[in-house]
């Protein structure tokens, strides 16, 4: 049976003696179990025994922390982990309008998208699991306050009763200062959007435009 699904897990250590390690823990219990040996010299016949033995184990070893992929399925079912059953892949996806929409519109569900199809890798094909309105949203209230709140206080509204809003939903009007002329760390905007427009899962685009830049000079007060 192939496990070639598995990711490639990193391979175990459950026995990290070395063949060194192994000979002399064995020259360390000569004297306990044998003190009247005291030739410890390579080139004695029992060093020569135990180094042959110490051998033998480490080629053991070697063998037993290499640890087949069906092993480690065994031994993550004795800790009660079971492998997921097979499932689609899912990804997130991002649409792009290749122009603006005069009202909202939906992509369904089911919808299919494919990758780029290469010549070496056939195009992978998804469908989207629920629908997806694209809303026009219109800014209501262009709201600003001087210090960032988590419930906001003094917020001043820069649209109404100053803009007027076009038929295509921008609002125009005489130049001011979003903040004062000299802006401060933790002044913030809030953007008030119509309640009945779909925005939910749309990724939205702030378009500013302002007067065209002009020389002015140096202004030694601002630091």
Sequence with gaps: MEFDFL?????????????????????LRIPRYCPEWTNYNPGDPGITLVELFAWLTDQMLI????V?????????ELLGIRLQPAAPAFTELTFYLSADLPSTYEIPTGTE????????????VFSTEGPLRIGNPRIRH????????LIPQG?????TNLWSQAPDGSWEGQEQFVFDEHPQPGNCVYLVFEPEQEIAGNVLALKLRGEPATATGIDPDYS
């Design 63 to 66: 063998r037993f922390n290499q």
């Design 142 to 149: 262009f709201l600003t306050a001087e210090t960032t709140e």
């Design 7 to 27: 990711p490639k897990l990193p391979k175990s250590n459950l026995d990290d003696r070395t063949f060194q390690d192994l000979v002399d823990e064995c020259i």
């Design 155 to 159: 917020l001043r509204d820069r649209l």
């Design 113 to 124: 998208v494919a990758t780029v199809r290469m010549e070496q890798e056939e195009a992978i």
């Design 68 to 76: 087949p992929r069906r092993n480690f399925i065994v031994f993550l």
